[in-house]
């Protein structure tokens, strides 16, 4: 254990990312402010030669930002560096080829298409019934979790953050079936939920995945959890923090995972 009381931020974006807000430099500062202990950040990487930003994210100039901000911080914050990757199984040896060959603290995968269309839009949502839209975005997910790629789930039910004002209140009941089996296959493999905060600020009343989601996770027999406030500038940084610690708390977890060169730690859970 590093310390008793310990409290993470796994899910940081910077200018490095093409919709961040902020220098790394300025969410360090941010992070000591608040009391965070540890910060990761996880710049977005997208595979879609159709997408505009595809080629935004620059390793080299990444690494020595997190390099300089390490040297400039060291001994007041932990600062690892991961990364957040646009999973769509259609580009899954691109995304092996391209993990093999940088190196990261730890790879969050997220899923925000399905079949090729953004998650819950107009277009995805056409001939599709709100059971056939929600079960197409976990089935992306479960795909993500047994490619062996990554070591975190991003924002679970995050097809929510467009799903809620197009097909009104969300419960995971319905979905229990396919949500315990991509619990199973995470805990196989030692793959860690996160509980994203994002949800509480972008309209939709829930954490990504929901307090009910994170039941059944526990009741899957997950222990493992990571948390992210999904801040692309330093107001939302570890935004609503204590509420994903009840969460947690209230699931029977109690530790969060630490990550150095994809290697994992549990420290004890804590609030800022």
Not at 52 to 81: C, Q, T
Not at 97 to 122: C, I, K, P
Request: hydrophobic share 40%; proline share 4%.
């Amino acid at each position: 254990m590093i310390a008793e009381h310990y409290a993470i931020d796994y899910q940081v974006h910077s200018f490095r990312s093409h919709d961040g807000l902020a220098t790394i430099h300025d969410q360090c500062v941010r992070a000591i402010e608040i009391g965070l202990d540890e910060i990761g950040f996880t710049e977005h990487k997208d595979f879609d030669p159709k997408d505009p930003v595809v080629n935004h994210f620059d390793y080299v100039l990444y690494s020595g930002e997190i390099d300089a901000a390490r040297e400039e911080f060291a001994g007041r914050l932990v600062i690892r560096k991961g990364i957040e990757i646009d999973y769509q199984k259609w580009f899954v040896d691109e995304i092996r080829e391209y993990l093999g060959r940088y190196a990261f603290d730890y790879v969050l995968g997220s899923v925000h298409y399905a079949d090729r269309q953004m998650l819950m839009t107009a277009e995805y949502l056409m001939g599709r019934s709100r059971e056939e839209a929600y079960n197409l975005y976990f089935e992306a997910v479960l795909d993500s979790v047994k490619s062996g790629l990554i070591d975190i789930v991003g924002h679970l039910e995050y097809a929510n953050r467009r799903g809620v004002p197009a097909l009104g209140p969300y419960s995971p009941e319905p979905f229990e079936e396919k949500l315990n089996e991509i619990f199973v296959a995470m805990i196989e493999r030692g793959v860690v939920l996160e509980i994203n905060t994002a949800g509480l600020r972008q309209g939709v009343g829930l954490t990504y995945p929901s307090p009910d989601t994170v039941v059944l996770y526990s009741q899957c027999g997950g222990k493992r959890i990571s948390i992210g406030s999904d801040a692309h500038g330093p107001r939302d940084l570890g935004y609503e923090y204590a509420q994903a610690v009840e969460i947690a708390l209230g699931c029977g977890l109690t530790d969060l995972v630490t990550w150095r060169e994809r290697v994992a730690t549990s420290v004890p859970l804590a609030h800022l």
